[in-house]
């Protein structure tokens, strides 16, 4: 090799050491500046929180009402008054002048049976007392005579005494034959029967010329005075209305409500599950449900306490002990603090609770189950 050749090797061994020197400087330099960064990074002490990492919730006033608690039981319109018509005695049905659905009025006559033998049978009481009456008036007189007569010393003893007997037991057949004419009058007016009171014919259960007996059911008859629906309640509801604690009591039938008031209310349970109750309607200015139907009774009871409607996402259930809360907001410190409630209902818009807070209060509306008691937040729309 000459010369030039020797010199070129050298020049390019050269100038390839250079490069590779300068290549491990920069990555030495790169390593040096990393480890004196991650060395000053674990020197320094945490960042404090800035208002960039506070939590955005939804906050609310809360709003109290009166709430009631409505429960719903069925129930049986009837009327008021209801009465079972019968003839007071045997006999053939002879008229009858009415039937199911047909308004009558208080004396109105019904149906008859056939009176002729309950007409001879008072003609016979009549004739009966007649003679009695006369026995009894021809006795007195007798009787009035010799007690004169006695005084005077011109009858004996004897002979009063035996007058007075005719007279007493003359005087005891009259009363008597006046009884017997008095039931013979009773049943003859038992032959018919008339309408208690106004009203409307619910039920017919005889034909002319049937043969019935006393006391058998004629008519079901109702009254057009006020109507009651008959129901029954659960002992918790029983006890409140025993204690003259009344709640909102509206009866629903077909699109049409009617407020009512309990009439009467049993002190005994139905085997031991409900107590039997009626509720009076009150139906002014519009016409009742007709007796027989089925309806729905609305209790409306009010809850004691503060409560609201608060959205679902307000409601925190502590994994403990099961307690739910919502949280507080001062708006003095932006934070929040743990309120326990207690929830009356569920329904869509979300949970009736009884609460501890004032109207105007502010709670966390949404949101709540990503924050902790204590916590500063952001509310919603509020300057940062």
Not at 222 to 239: H, K, N, Y
Not at 295 to 320: D, F, K, M, Q
Not at 340 to 357: A, C, H, K
């Amino acid at each position: 090799m000459g010369l030039s050749g020797v010199l070129s090797l050298i020049y390019i061994t050269e100038r390839s050491f250079l490069y590779f020197s300068a290549t491990v400087k920069t990555v030495l330099t790169f390593a040096a500046i990393s480890v004196a960064a991650l060395l000053q990074a674990c020197s320094e002490s945490p960042q404090p929180i800035t208002a960039e990492n506070i939590k955005t919730v939804s906050v609310r006033e809360i709003d109290n009402v009166d709430y009631f608690e409505a429960i719903q039981l069925p129930g049986i319109t009837d009327t008021k008054s209801q009465s079972q018509l019968s003839f007071g005695v045997d006999g053939t049905v002879s008229s009858v002048r009415v039937d199911i659905g047909t308004q009558v009025h208080a004396g109105d006559m019904m149906a008859s049976l056939d009176q002729e033998p309950y007409r001879l049978a008072l003609e016979n009481a009549r004739s009966e007392s007649e003679r009695a009456r006369v026995t009894f008036e021809e006795a007195k007189k007798n009787y009035e005579r010799l007690v004169s007569l006695r005084a005077r010393n011109l009858a004996s003893e004897q002979n009063l005494d035996a007058s007075k007997s005719n007279y007493e037991n003359a005087r005891a057949m009259l009363r008597e034959t006046q009884s017997q004419v008095r039931l013979a009058e009773r049943d003859l007016s038992r032959t018919e029967i008339h309408a208690p009171y106004d009203g409307m014919v619910s039920g017919r259960r005889i034909e002319p010329f049937e043969e019935v007996t006393a006391h058998h059911v004629a008519f079901t008859f109702d009254g057009t005075g006020a109507r009651i629906v008959e129901s029954s309640v659960p002992e918790i509801l029983a006890t409140r209305l025993q204690n003259g604690d009344e709640p909102e009591i509206i009866v629903h039938h077909r699109g049409r409500s009617f407020r009512a008031s309990v009439a009467h209310l049993s002190r005994r349970a139905n085997e031991g599950l409900d107590f039997p109750v009626k509720l009076r309607i009150d139906a002014t200015g519009e016409a009742p449900p007709s007796p027989g139907l089925v309806v729905s009774v609305t209790y409306r009871i009010p809850e004691e306490g503060n409560i609201a409607l608060v959205p679902h996402g307000a409601v925190v259930v502590e994994p403990v002990d099961g307690t739910p809360f919502i949280y507080r907001y001062d708006q003095e410190t932006g934070t929040v603090s743990r309120t326990p409630v207690t929830i009356v209902n569920s329904e869509t818009q979300g949970y009736w609770v009884r609460n501890d807070l004032g109207n105007g209060d502010l709670y966390v509306a949404a949101g709540a189950a990503f924050i902790s008691d204590g916590q500063r937040v952001w509310p919603t729309g509020a300057d940062q």
